[in-house]
């Protein structure tokens, strides 16, 4: 399975902050936003992946993360030159995934879960159909929410609803089989010009074709759209790593505990760090047998 990752839009509403950088590059405490994205699709099992993002850009997507190879991985990039909705992304990497079923994500989504990368791999040897992963909101109606029957199957899909049928907040993650690429395709925008994710849920759903992961205690689902948000993440993400001394999305340190590279790779890699706290932890890992946890 290949995974898409949809790194594109303006940020407006982190203007001035996004004015002159892609809002996926900004920090998210010690790593850029796209360092935690990339990494739940590492934890999945995945090695191949697609980052769609503005022509302005991608060069410095490429600069950071390069082809990959340093993770024992293979990243490819692709442009979206205007949002023209999120379902554009699997249009654009029709020819990326090759018929085949992908795990896609939106750029400014940070999981964090222990089990999240077994829960993903489980997820992903289901051979038909879509799965989302919804997580459980106090505010439901800033999203789109999911209406469950008792057996927990979805019967209904609502777009930030005032009276929300549950609590059940649909995140932007999503498991797709191969016809994926081909719902988007068929689809007409909307009312607000854009092409509509819930439609190529909707039409999962309607062909009972459509299944759900509950992210419940345990799991958090960070969405880093706005200021606040943005500070709500990073302080999160700073409490966890400086009580616990373990990172969160270190992609060298995923890549090794994957098997994606070796250990003189990843030895190698922390030389890059000569003088970052970063670098210190990835020493620290190999000096203090961290890795065996």
Request: glycine share 12%; charged share 25%; hydrophobic share 40%.
């Amino acid at each position: 399975m290949k995974g898409i990752i949809l790194a594109g839009g303006a940020g407006t509403r982190l203007h001035p902050a996004t004015r002159v950088i892609n809002k996926q590059l900004l920090p998210v405490y010690d790593k850029p936003m796209i360092y935690y994205v990339l990494s739940t699709l590492m934890l999945g099992g995945i090695r191949e992946v697609l980052i769609i993002t503005s022509p302005e850009a991608r060069p410095l997507y490429e600069e950071l993360l390069g082809d990959g190879a340093w993770l024992g991985m293979r990243l490819e990039y692709a442009t979206q030159a205007k949002p023209n909705g999120v379902p554009e992304a699997l249009i654009i990497g029709r020819e990326f995934l090759d018929g085949g079923p992908c795990a896609f994500i939106l750029g400014d989504n940070i999981f964090v879960g222990h089990m999240l990368g077994e829960m993903l791999e489980s997820v992903r040897q289901r051979d038909d159909g879509a799965t989302i992963f919804v997580c459980r909101v106090s505010d439901p109606e800033r999203y789109g929410v999911v209406d469950l029957d008792a057996d927990g199957n979805v019967v209904g899909v609502v777009e930030k609803p005032s009276a929300p049928p549950s609590n059940w907040a649909i995140t932007g993650l999503y498991i797709l089989d191969s016809k994926g690429s081909d719902i988007a395709q068929g689809l007409t925008p909307s009312a607000r010009g854009e092409l509509e994710m819930v439609d190529v849920i909707g039409d999962y759903m309607e062909r009972g074709a459509l299944s759900v992961e509950k992210l419940g205690r345990g799991y958090a689902w960070l969405d880093s759209g706005t200021h606040e948000s943005l500070l709500d993440a990073a302080q999160y993400i700073a409490t966890i790593e400086q009580r616990q001394g373990l990172k969160i999305a270190c992609l060298e340190e995923i890549a090794l505990r994957k098997g994606f590279i070796d250990l003189p790779a990843f030895k190698a890699l922390a030389e890059n760090y000569p003088a970052s706290s970063y670098g210190l932890y990835l020493r620290t890992l190999l000096e203090e047998g961290y890795l065996d946890v």
